[in-house]
């Protein structure tokens, strides 16, 4: 039987850290990705989206009660993921590969949801079946340990991974490549319910394969599909991708959202209306939008004019009104950045396929669905993402923020 260590549930706790950035020269290896988007109906990314903010607070709840993922009961509909960033991983020796989407609000890499897992001389089962709940979808299966391959000169052996034989919501792709921290794995095998399951970023480390035990991820804010716009570099960070230095947050202190890449931050709108206090929420590359708590989300659609479009389940404003939009600033570990009028817009190219109409604008602030207060009051989700580069840091229990070269892009 595998056990979990206490230094898993100390490095959730905050800590004083340094604000300048961590650039590790040598080792520095990155995989490509590219924007995958899967929208099935009108209003689909809201509901997507707060399917897995549920479906991501009642997991932590129930770890934090020691009762796991299995016993977390999630009345949400499951929805088909929506928008997310995909990577090309191989798996087995020879490797087939896969197409998996970049989650850093869960642990498990798991394969199987479209193409099928095929065994090969490095494939060993371990005898542990694996589920996880994403809201917007999940799987079960069973634990495999496999070479995994994550692009040039980044290869694991003995990498575990879920193989699914069910699924559900990932329509499109072929599993996930979870790179959140690895006290989410707790409760996803049975019967090692009490185990952790070390990420591919763990195991790279481990293996002497990376220098630095961290992630970072660049997005760019291009609308067309398929695009390699994105990009995870593992071991440091890539100074071509952001510009200015990295602010670093340590993990919040605040539970449930200390059990994710969470962080203290506050947002206002223009130059003095308050949105939301300082209070504690997560960065997700598997959430679409920007979520923040319903008072906050009122607080915002008051300060914009925006008014609920029906079609799309997003704000919606004349181009008129969008002339007047104010900037965003999410103040973050002392640090204030700036999230432009353009950033707040849904792609326009891409608007009649979200159900709305080319001649309105709609925007990436949503509902979370829960009164600040709860400990989880903002989703900091893939359409923040692209505006500004990011770093987990797993060694030094912090999360990193950097404007980039598209941080007030007009793209949209």
């Known amino acids: 039987m595998r056990s979990i260590s206490v230094a898993l549930l100390t490095c959730l706790v905050a800590i004083a850290v340094s604000a300048n950035p961590v650039v590790i020269s040598d080792n520095l290896v990155r995989l490509r990705l590219a924007k995958h988007i899967n929208v099935t109906s009108p209003g689909h990314i809201v509901k997507a989206d707060q399917a897995r903010a549920a479906a991501l607070i009642s997991k932590a709840l129930a770890q934090s009660s020691g009762k796991f993922t299995q016993d977390a009961v999630i009345s949400t509909p499951a929805q088909t993921q929506a928008v997310a960033y995909v990577a090309s991983v191989g798996v087995g020796s020879p490797a087939t590969t896969y197409s998996l989407l970049i989650d850093t609000g869960s642990s498990n890499t798991w394969v199987g949801a479209g193409k099928a897992y095929v065994r090969t001389s490095t494939s060993v089962q371990t005898g542990d ?16 340990t496999d070479t995994v391959n994550l692009g040039t000169g980044l290869t694991i052996t003995k990498q575990s991974i879920g193989v699914a034989s069910s699924s559900t919501g990932f ?3 072929d ?22 399951i070390p990420t591919v970023v763990d195991s790279l480390f481990a293996q002497g394969t990376i220098t ?19 990009e995870l570099t593992y071991g440091g960070t890539d100074s071509s991708k ?10 919040t202190s605040t539970s449930p959202a200390s059990f994710f890449w969470g962080i203290n931050q506050s947002i206002r709108y223009g130059s003095s209306t308050a949105i939301l206090p300082t209070t504690a929420g997560i960065v997700d ?4 939008l920007v979520l923040i708590a319903t008072d906050a989300f009122n607080r915002y659609k008051s300060a914009t004019g925006a008014v609920p ?8 404003l004349t181009t008129t009104q969008f002339s007047n939009l104010q900037s965003l600033f999410f103040t973050i570990a002392g640090t204030t950045f700036e999230f432009t009028a353009n950033a707040q817009a849904w792609p326009r190219s891409l608007n009649t396929l979200i159900g709305g109409t080319t001649s309105n604008v709609y925007l990436i602030v949503a509902d979370l669905g829960t009164n600040s207060g709860s400990g989880f009051d903002f989703i900091n989700g893939m359409s923040f993402l692209e505006r500004f580069y990011s770093v987990y840091d797993t060694a030094n229990k912090r999360v990193g923020i ?8 007009a793209t949209n």
């Not at 590359?285 to 679409?288: A, D, E, Q, R, V």
């Not at 479009?309 to 919606?316: E, I, P, S």
């Open 129 to 144: 079946r694996v589920s996880v709940s994403y809201g917007s979808g999940s799987f079960s299966g069973n634990e495999f």
């Open 171 to 173: 329509g499109g792709v």
């Open 212 to 230: 630095g035990h961290s992630i970072a991820i660049s997005f760019e804010p291009t609308p067309p599909q398929p695009t390699n716009n994105g």
């Open 285 to 288: 590359t598997g959430t679409t």
């Open 175 to 196: 599993g996930i490549l979870g790179i959140g921290p690895v006290i989410l794995t707790t409760g996803t095998l049975s019967p090692d319910s009490n185990s952790t």
């Open 402 to 409: 950097a404007n980039t070269p598209f941080t007030k892009a």
């Open 242 to 251: 952001f510009t200015g230095s990295i602010t670093f947050a340590p993990i």
């Open 309 to 316: 479009d029906n079609a799309t389940g997003l704000l919606r």
